[in-house]
């Protein structure tokens, strides 16, 4: 945070205090919440501890390192560090009341307007980490970033970036010394050649930081790299290659103020999380329930508008490579697949896959539920028989999963899902390694709360059929 942020926080904060005071004030003279009381006192009497309780605040907070954040902390973790320093300077304002004993004091006032000012700071900090992840989606305050290395933890760092596009940062490029890595693109990430190159691209390209995911066995060029950064004035950060880990699956500690990292016990599959499965259960059954009306008046009027079965049955590959059939509602002409390869050359994605906008094996029908996904719903029926998940990396053809790379085979390690990560972030507008950059980095962050987040986002992209086709 620069000197001038910083400021502009301890100002906002200054406000917010005395307003939560005020609240406070109010709590307890005004409406008479809690406990009744038999006298009165103006906010005036209460000014020289207003101002007590104004520097208390924002003492604790600098001592806690309330200001001293990272960039885009979670909004839990703020209000971990807010309340807890609230709580110390509330005590503190409670000990000089009890010494002091100044009658007109309600000490049950001064509790009341700590939770106020928690309360206000909570609200604070949810709008102005709202609005800075709209501002950095829309690229403002963004900073560039340049990837020193393109192995397993560069990718890490790469699905962290495609993931979270509120953190506020705008990859550039990598390089990499390795030609069948430093040579190749990635997604979105465009490859810059070996680290050579690196001091060209810092004079000619605007980079705020440099991120080094070198394996530590080139310790070497690590201290370079960081040594040139520091001399263009550029901001260098190491991501330690220690046992190919990010920061959730290991626990750290001290011994006598000497940091000791050690692993923590097997991080679940997600799929081996009965939440996850009973969630799945539960909202399979809901969704083909309610929906069923839906599934048989379209498969009606497919069925009506082109010969053949309403439902499509297809070879998909689930968790693990294993083959299953995915079901849907018909969405071309029956036969369509048999077409397939007369239409290669207009293929519009890239990698394996085979997607074009206005594919005429289409039918009018089935351009109106491929739009709105209404040709998924049947999935929910694979989700029940336990081959797919609400929840998930999309499942591809046995003729696209055997052109998939090494490392884009490990989105296969669950089971594949109706939505997921990519869904909500592009759909068909993303290229093929950045759906499994997501979906890695799904199954690497996986939570019952990283679920629901991705089902709800999911429904305003199904309205606007942003990227579907």
């Known amino acids: 945070m620069s000197n001038r942020g910083r400021?502009?926080?301890?100002?906002?904060?200054?406000?917010?205090i005395n307003a939560?005071?005020?609240?406070?004030?109010?709590?307890r003279y005004n409406w008479r919440l809690f406990l009744e009381i038999g006298y009165d006192a103006r906010l005036e009497d209460y000014a020289p501890i207003q101002f007590a309780f104004t520097l208390a605040f924002l003492a604790m907070f600098q001592l806690d390192g309330v200001y001293t954040r990272r960039r885009s902390p979670a909004w839990f973790e703020q209000m971990y560090s807010i309340t807890n320093s609230s709580a110390k300077a509330i005590v503190m304002i409670l000990a000089l009341v009890f010494i002091y004993r100044p009658a007109v004091y309600s000490r049950l006032m001064i509790v009341e307007a700590g939770l106020a000012v928690i309360v206000l700071m909570g609200v604070s900090r949810l709008l102005e980490g709202t609005l800075e992840s709209m501002l950095r989606r829309r690229g403002i305050g963004v900073a560039n970033v340049l990837i020193v290395g393109?192995?397993?933890?560069?990718?890490?760092?790469?699905?962290?970036?495609?993931?979270?596009?509120?953190l506020g940062y705008r990859c550039i490029g990598f390089i990499d010394d390795d030609p069948s890595r430093g040579n190749t693109n990635i997604g979105r990430f465009p490859a810059l050649g070996p680290l050579d190159c690196l001091p060209e691209i810092l004079r000619r390209q605007r980079v705020n930081e440099v991120v080094v995911t070198l394996p530590w066995s080139a310790q070497p060029k690590i201290m370079q790299v960081v040594d040139l950064c520091h001399h263009r004035?550029?901001?260098?950060?190491?991501?330690?290659?220690?046992?190919?880990?990010?920061?959730?699956?290991?626990?750290?500690n001290d011994f006598g103020g000497i940091p000791l990292l050690s692993m923590r016990?097997?991080?679940?599959?997600?799929?081996?999380?009965?939440?996850k499965r009973g969630l799945d259960f539960i909202g399979a059954s809901l969704a083909l329930l309610f929906s069923a009306p839906i599934i048989a008046f379209v498969a009606i009027l497919v069925r009506l508008e082109s010969p053949g079965s309403p439902i499509f049955a297809q070879t998909r590959i689930g968790k693990h490579g294993k083959p299953f059939k995915l079901y849907k509602l018909r969405s071309m002409r029956d036969g369509a697949d048999a077409e397939k390869s007369l239409l290669l050359a207009q293929n519009e994605a890239d990698g394996p896959l085979f997607k074009m906008r206005n594919d005429p094996r289409l039918t009018r029908i089935g351009r109106i539920?491929?739009?709105?996904?209404?040709?998924?719903?049947?999935?929910?029926?694979?989700?029940?028989?336990?081959?797919?998940?609400?929840?998930?990396?999309?499942?591809?053809?046995?003729?696209?999963?055997?052109?998939?790379?090494?490392?884009q085979r490990a989105r296969m390690r669950v089971r594949p899902g109706i939505t997921g990560l990519s869904q909500i972030s592009g759909r068909s507008e993303l290229t093929f390694d950045e759906t499994c950059l997501l979906d890695i980095y799904y199954i690497e962050n996986w939570s019952p709360s990283l679920d629901l987040k991705i089902v709800l986002r999911t429904i305003p992209f199904l309205l606007t059929a942003r990227g579907a086709y």
């Open 7 to 16: 400021l502009l926080t301890l100002i906002t904060d200054a406000i917010i």
């Open 20 to 27: 939560g005071f005020i609240v406070g004030y109010l709590m």
């Open 150 to 166: 393109a192995g397993e933890l560069g990718r890490a760092v790469m699905r962290t970036l495609v993931a979270r596009p509120d």
């Open 233 to 252: 004035g550029v901001r260098a950060r190491v991501v330690p290659s220690l046992l190919q880990i990010n920061l959730g699956h290991i626990d750290v």
């Open 265 to 275: 016990e097997g991080r679940m599959n997600p799929d081996d999380h009965p939440v």
């Open 369 to 407: 539920i491929r739009r709105t996904s209404i040709d998924e719903l049947l999935q929910f029926w694979n989700v029940l028989r336990g081959e797919m998940s609400i929840v998930g990396p999309r499942p591809n053809l046995p003729d696209e999963v055997a052109q998939y790379t090494d490392w």
